[in-house]
């Protein structure tokens, strides 16, 4: 019986007794979904899963932090000088490999 992947991943890799799973095209920020058939002599099989595999950056993976020097609340008197008081520092990544591409100021409604 052939190996069918589920869609968007290529069929496994043999390295050895291991199993390499693989997206399609690894440019896409998705999750894939993915099950384990075993199937032993004398017709006996078992499913394992489900597994994901995250590829790239999207809300499901990575989350962004307020960089820890981003002061978020400064309260000023009349004529109190306001340098550096609205300086928007760069959020993080809690994932290295998601990195930061622009900053914009937005209204989220």
Same mark, same amino acid.
């Given at each position: 019986?052939?190996?069918?992947?589920?869609?968007?991943?290529?069929?496994?890799?043999? &390295? @050895?007794?291991?199993?390499? /799973?693989?997206?399609?095209? $690894?440019? *896409?920020?998705?999750?894939?979904?993915?099950?384990? #058939? =075993?199937?032993?002599?004398?017709?006996?099989?078992?499913?394992?899963?489900?597994?994901?595999?995250? &590829? @790239?950056?999207?809300?499901? /993976?990575?989350?962004?932090? $307020?960089? *820890?020097?981003?002061?978020?609340?400064?309260?000023? #008197? =009349?004529?109190?000088?306001?340098?550096?008081?609205?300086?928007?520092?760069?959020?993080?990544?809690? &994932?290295?490999?998601?990195?930061?591409?622009?900053?914009?100021?937005?209204?989220?409604?």
């Amino acid at each position: 019986m052939a190996v069918v992947p589920p869609s968007g991943l290529e069929a496994p890799e043999v &390295v @050895g007794d291991d199993r390499i /799973v693989k997206p399609s095209d $690894n440019s *896409l920020h998705q999750a894939y979904i993915f099950y384990i #058939k =075993v199937n032993a002599w004398g017709g006996s099989s078992a499913f394992f899963g489900p597994y994901t595999l995250n &590829v @790239g950056c999207f809300n499901g /993976v990575v989350l962004f932090n $307020n960089d *820890l020097n981003f002061i978020t609340s400064l309260p000023l #008197k =009349v004529g109190d000088p306001a340098l550096g008081v609205y300086t928007f520092m760069v959020p993080t990544s809690t &994932v290295s490999y998601c990195v930061i591409e622009t900053n914009e100021i937005v209204n989220p409604d």
